[in-house]
């Protein structure tokens, strides 16, 4: 199952990014890729940006609904408890020993 939704989110997620693609910031988006007048005879200007917005729209809340619903599935439990205990009993890092400044009798400048 966890699988099943990994691949359904990279699934819409790289659908996603097509589809954002296919939009013109400027307005004229996937209707002026085809011609202009023909493919806006057949959908419309309007009607492909709005068809464009909801698939964008959909794909977002895909993704979203994906993430939320591996982290319910995901075969390890909690995850984030695992790490934080193993973080709680490793041994702390040796802190590295500089040797001390040698004493600088000869300095008059101060």
Not at 20 to 40: E, R
Request: hydrophobic share 45%.
């Amino acid at each position: 199952m966890y699988g099943l939704l990994i691949g359904l989110g990279i699934f819409a997620s790289v659908l996603l990014v097509f589809v954002i693609l296919a939009q013109n910031s400027k307005g004229g988006g996937l209707s002026s890729q085809f011609g202009g007048s023909g493919a806006s005879n057949i959908m419309g200007v309007k009607k492909t940006g709005d068809l464009l917005e909801r698939l964008t729209w959909g794909f977002i809340v895909v993704i979203i609904l994906v993430a939320l619903g591996t982290n319910l599935v995901s075969p390890s439990g909690n995850a984030s408890d695992d790490i934080l205990d193993r973080v709680k009993t490793q041994q702390p890092a040796a802190q590295p020993s500089f040797p001390a400044p040698a004493n600088q009798q000869g300095d008059t400048t101060k």
